[in-house]
């Protein structure tokens, strides 16, 4: 259930982000998401907790950055910089403070 599942959860919270849509659910209940996550990840294996957490971040804003990765594909090669610097600035502006919030 979305109740054992947090981490799954959040990514159905976050991910809309990469596809410029707005963040639906406040700040603090995907923080609240994220402190299940890691209680949830040192519970079932103390040791290893640094590492899985390191690589559940990194999956989240991989898959993210698939979308992105599709929004520069779209375009003609004639404006590629110019959606370069778009696609850029728009995750700076945009999708990294609420990540780093996250």
Known sequence: TDK?????????????LFNEEPLRVPIEDLNALVKRHIQTVLAASPSKALTTLSADARELIEAGMVTLNVKLLLGSDEFLMGRLVEVWSFFWDHVLPYIEGV
């Open 4 to 16: 054992d599942n947090p981490w799954g959860l959040l990514h159905v919270h976050v991910l809309p």
